[in-house]
């Protein structure tokens, strides 16, 4: 069975562009979460999407959005990208909230 | 105030000895526990979820979980060099917000 998959694995955007990253949960899985994590840190929640619904979100700007397919992928969209938003995306799937697998990440660079 | 802290270590242990991995967390009406580990350059591995109190054992881990004191814990047996890792405790709040800390690093030395 396929994992988690994240596309693009890496990405460079000059500031204040927009960029939009891509996750495909594990087949049968319709819960989506993503996070962000910087260097030497644990993983930060951004959201969580259960069947096309928002179910929770973290502490980040409103620059930040996602959304849930039909199909269970997701969209995160980042706006008006700065320095910091440089980081690895980590989106993760699961059946029933109880654990989430996480796909290989995209790696963000802003400059 | 961080909803879930860990010591960051790093954690040192020979080759067949305890590990033994800590966690506590604020918000009291958490009910589910996640451990994860996390090779350098990869992305978190779910190893254990608990959300009763008391143990639950898989293998060589083993995750406690006492509300009273909102602490959770994550053992490792006979711990491997290929164990050495950063493991990460989350959990999830009231608010269906997941919350990571910021890992302990572990290594175990042959």
């Known amino acids: 069975d396929a994992g988690v998959t994240q596309s693009p694995t890496h990405l460079i955007k000059t500031r204040g562009q927009q960029v939009t990253l891509r996750c495909s949960p594990i087949s049968g899985h319709k819960s989506v979460s993503w996070y962000q994590q910087v260097l030497g840190q644990g993983p930060q929640f951004i959201f969580q999407y259960y069947e096309k619904e928002e179910r929770g979100r973290g502490n980040f700007p409103d620059r930040f959005s996602a959304r849930q397919f039909p199909n269970y992928s997701s969209e995160l969209n980042v706006n008006a990208l700065l320095l910091g938003d440089s980081a690895l995306y980590l989106c993760?799937?699961?059946?029933?909230?109880?654990?989430?697998?996480f796909g290989s990440g995209t790696r963000l660079t802003v400059v | 105030q961080k909803e879930v802290e860990q010591n960051s270590g790093p954690l040192s242990v020979p080759e067949g000895a305890i590990a033994s991995l800590n966690c506590t967390y604020s918000d009291r009406g958490s009910q589910s526990f996640f451990w994860y580990r996390q090779y350098s350059g990869k992305s978190p591995e779910l190893i254990m979820f608990?959300?009763?109190?008391g143990d639950k054992e898989d293998g060589r881990f083993t995750a406690q979980l006492n509300k009273a004191s909102q602490y959770v814990s994550l053992l490792i047996r006979d711990s491997q060099p290929s164990d050495s890792a950063t493991y990460l405790c989350?959990?999830?709040?009231?608010?269906?917000?997941?919350?990571f800390g910021t890992g302990t690093s572990l290594t175990v030395i042959p």
């Open positions: 608990i959300y009763s109190n």
């Open positions: 993760a799937s699961s059946f029933d909230s109880r654990g989430y697998t």
């Open positions: 989350a959990g999830m709040n009231t608010g269906n917000q997941f919350y």
